[in-house]
């Protein structure tokens, strides 16, 4: 028996589940509910155990809109065919090559079929509108958002008999030579172990869990912000590489983008997200700038000024831009700090205005004049300063100024189990677990050693939820 | 965000709503608010209350929304622009000095309808022998021997005309309030549109999935039942305007046989008035109350009684009208018709009205924005 000690589960009594099931599934997002209906639609009977309320149920699926699946020809609310080959292509370039590629193309291969299964399964899609056209022809749009998705998923999942348990955490596992025999959950007051023929983790990454992110981090790990679940604290994830799953990943390896630093701890989501770093400059704390903030287009410059930040001095930057850039992107939920002049912008800061000042008006002077065109690497950029900006340098000159405060927001992490082709965790040795399946966010890493494209979490769930679930009621029903 | 405009804190959380929904967008397929709400970065009082009027309240970005209560962000769209409406109700009505009857709507409602049929049972009384009011009366002009036909169309024709005008001076005090230019009204494909939006209930069901009443599974029933009671009103009016043409152009008196258009149009008009507002009440009860505003409660119940109560009046008298029963069922239903128009400026009425004007503007803001997209 694993218990992971970080959870003070010494000394409440275990009493056992009256029921013994098929599946348990450890978790209750996009990878748990399909493993869940997959299982059950092959006949086997489900239990999913979920560690949030019914509220908060779904980990950080309830941030998600969309997923890439491969398709052959336009539908309803995609504008027009996304091949294998080019899905290949795209996670190839964004993972700089760094993932399983028979694993990957497997996932691609199976996503075509998951795009109308999941349909099958009560979620609704919509044409992309407003600021996602870039993605329309790839990326499909939950209706009403990822907890919409959810909330379908789960009346199918009731409608079919899947039973699901609420703050239902598994805080343990009792696993012998990489077979599993039965979990440990929260219950009520107490703890309950409940007896299946095979397991299904689908419970997240570990970005929750600061003691965990300080171990690969330091202690800058303090000022990071989570965007999504505060449930994901890896506790079953630890639990498996404890019990001899081979791990994948590195523990540093995650999503992280610069978010309002205004943002609560966690759950903030999509509306304090900041993709305003091209209009302007970046500063740390001390008044300088740090990187080339005109580098390059989104997503990719989306993705690393997380990392950026995070090496700054108390991990905090800000976005300093003015009048003439104000409306040129979506807004967060805060708004921006606003002075008359630079100085007053840096009192309101914090900064020193001096400082900030004299950064600003280097900045100016080395403007080069160009063309403004913020969806092309246009020809405005700096000279003679360091670091250059690149692409869109403009002159902050135009009265009021603005700034927004960013911090490194983690979207999930990497560090995950290794699995197969039928979503089959690998033990440390090699030979593949006889009962344990992985799903989603915690086997991510298999797909994605590092770098991300919009939508392939999603892809990473579905696809591998679903297989997952139809394996293991392939195995308990043997 | 110029705040100290926002004159209620409804409206300042309405601002503070769009403002998180502006940075979130999930729900920009659900229905016309979000596309309309995209349309702008910062939100006056007008604007507010148009987006206001576009909700339909169908729940859906509530129980999608990830940022809904018990999450910090607190975000309740239906409920807030719920109480944003109501505010606007009251602020739009003509004249001004009547605008309190939205605050106690259910009581003034009450109050105006047992008045008004107390007076056509003291009416007939008065102007006739009062044992005609119990006695049974057959043949054409029966219901005139109670009231003669003339002195009906001096009293409804009258209360007809002052809720056409306050109604009209109402919608255009809410079509200054959102701002929208008065060109607009006159575009027919903004008109056109707007009409088929609102006749069909196209945003009441929640992007496809369905209205949310009892519970977090979508259904379709709200909107059925308020096709009927809306068609059923329509059907209603439509039989009084044919009586009218039978009495004045082909000199036929009521009442008419079963068969006969007016009758048949009418019953299923009072058909459609007694299931749709049942429905619709038992839909409004089962709600989660953490959707809806409570001080609106009073006025949506109110007209929804007083439509159930026209349409069971006259399928009542229809049903009786040979008896001894037909002089006091005469009474109620046409007190009750009569208060129902009186009230109607003043109640929930409006939201049909308004609703109407927030899509014109609506369809006119879609059609500049393609436009503006395709010459871009």
């Not at chain 1, 999603?458 to 392939?474: L, N």
């Not at chain 2, 009586?243 to 009442?255: D, F, I, S």
């Not at chain 2, 001894?324 to 007190?335: F, R």
Request: glycine share 10%.
């Amino acid at each position: 028996m694993t218990l992971d000690r970080a959870r003070a589960v010494d000394g409440l009594r275990v009493v056992d589940h009256p029921r013994r099931y098929d599946v348990v599934v450890a978790g209750g997002g996009n990878a748990a509910l399909c493993a869940a209906i997959a299982a059950r639609r092959a006949g086997a009977s489900v239990l999913v155990l979920e560690a949030a309320d019914k509220f908060y149920r779904g980990g950080n699926t309830r941030h998600t809109r969309n997923m890439r699946c491969a398709h052959d020809s336009a539908t309803e609310t995609l504008t027009g065919p996304y091949t294998e080959d080019e899905f290949w292509d795209d996670l190839k370039r964004v993972t700089g090559g760094k993932t399983d590629e028979k694993l990957a193309r497997h996932m691609i291969s199976e996503s075509k079929d998951v795009l109308t299964w999941i349909e099958e399964q009560g979620v609704r899609f919509q044409p992309s509108l407003g600021g996602t056209l870039s993605l329309g022809r790839t990326n499909s749009f939950f209706l009403g958002g990822g907890r919409a998705m959810l909330n379908a998923l789960y009346r199918t999942a009731e409608r079919l008999g899947v039973t699901v348990c609420y703050e239902a955490e598994v805080v343990g596992l009792d696993i012998t030579d990489g077979m599993f025999l039965s979990a440990v959950f929260a219950s009520g007051s107490g703890l309950a172990r409940v007896r299946a023929s095979a397991l299904v983790a689908a419970s997240g990454g570990f970005e929750s869990n600061f003691d965990w992110l300080k171990q690969a981090w330091g202690d800058i790990a303090d000022n990071f912000l989570i965007r999504g679940t505060a449930n994901n604290r890896g506790t079953v994830l630890k639990m498996l590489l404890d019990a001899g799953v081979q791990q994948i990943g590195d523990p540093t390896e995650c999503h992280a983008v610069a978010i309002d630093a205004r943002a609560p701890k966690y759950d903030g989501g999509i509306i304090t997200r900041l993709d305003c770093v091209v209009f302007g400059i970046v500063v740390n704390k001390h008044g300088a700038r740090f990187y080339d903030e005109g580098e390059d287009i989104w997503p990719k410059r989306y993705a690393i000024w997380g990392r950026l930040v995070a090496q700054q001095p108390d991990q905090i930057a800000y976005i300093v831009f003015d009048a003439a850039m104000l409306n040129m992107f979506m807004p967060s939920c805060y708004p921006p700090i606003v002075a008359g002049s630079i100085g007053e912008l840096a009192q309101r800061l914090g900064l020193d205005p001096a400082v900030l000042a004299k950064t600003v008006a280097s900045f100016n002077a080395a403007v080069r004049p160009g063309t403004f065109d913020h969806t092309t690497l246009d020809d405005c950029r700096t000279e003679g300063i360091d670091p250059p900006k690149t692409h869109w340098a403009r002159r902050i000159e135009e009265a009021p100024f603005y700034a927004y405060p960013v911090r490194p927001g983690i979207t999930f992490t990497y560090l995950g189990t290794r699995v197969n082709r039928e979503a089959r965790m690998i033990m440390a040795d090699g030979r593949p677990s006889a009962n344990m399946f992985a799903a989603g966010e915690i086997m991510a890493g298999n797909v994605l050693g590092q770098g991300y494209a919009a939508g392939v979490g999603m892809t990473v769930g579905s696809v591998f939820g679903r297989i997952a679930g139809r394996e293991a009621a392939r195995h308990a029903r043997n | 965000m110029p705040a100290t405009e926002l004159k209620t804190p409804s409206l300042a959380e309405a601002a503070r709503l769009m403002t998180v929904c502006n940075a979130c967008r999930y729900c920009e397929g659900l229905c016309a608010v979000f596309p309309a709400m995209e349309m702008r970065r910062t939100f006056t009082g007008g604007d507010l209350n148009y987006l206001a009027s576009l909700c339909h309240a169908c729940g859906a970005c509530y129980l999608d929304c990830q940022f809904s209560p018990p999450h910090e962000f607190n975000v309740n769209v239906p409920r807030v622009l719920a109480q944003v409406r109501g505010e606007s109700y009251a602020a739009c009505a003509w004249p001004r000095v009547l605008s309190g009857l939205f605050a106690h709507n259910g009581l003034a409602t009450a109050v105006i309808a047992a008045l008004s049929v107390a007076a056509f049972i003291v009416g007939f009384v008065a102007w006739h022998d009062p044992s005609a009011l119990l006695a049974a009366h057959v043949g054409p002009g029966a219901f005139y021997r109670l009231m003669p036909h003339n002195a009906m169309v001096a009293v409804f024709g009258a209360v007809f005309l002052y809720g056409v005008v306050a109604s009209l001076m109402g919608m255009r005090a809410f079509w200054r309030d959102i701002g929208a230019p008065a060109g607009t009204l006159t575009e027919p494909a903004s008109l056109w549109q707007a009409v088929k939006d609102a006749a069909t209930l196209r945003y009441l069901d929640g992007g496809g999935a369905g209205c949310y009443s009892a519970d977090d599974k979508p259904t379709d029933q709200p909107r059925r039942y308020h096709h009927f009671t809306f068609y059923g009103f329509v059907l209603c009016f439509a039989s009084t305007c044919v009586a009218t043409v039978y009495h004045y152009v082909l000199g036929r008196a009521a009442p008419y046989p079963w068969y006969d258009l007016p009758v048949v149009i009418g019953t299923l008009g009072g058909i459609g008035l007694v299931v749709g507002p049942l429905g619709l009440l038992a839909a409004k009860v089962r709600r989660d109350p953490v959707l809806a505003d409570p001080s609106s409660f009073s006025m949506d119940v109110a007209f929804l009684v007083m439509l159930f109560l026209t349409g069971l009046t006259g399928l009542a008298l229809l049903v009786l009208r040979e008896t001894a029963g037909m002089g006091l069922l005469l009474a109620l239903h046409l007190g009750v018709v009569l208060a129902l128009f009186l009230t109607l400026p003043y109640g929930k009425f409006v939201h049909g009205l308004y609703r109407l004007l927030a899509l014109v503007r609506y369809a006119r803001e879609k059609r500049a924005l393609a436009g503006g997209t395709a010459s871009d």
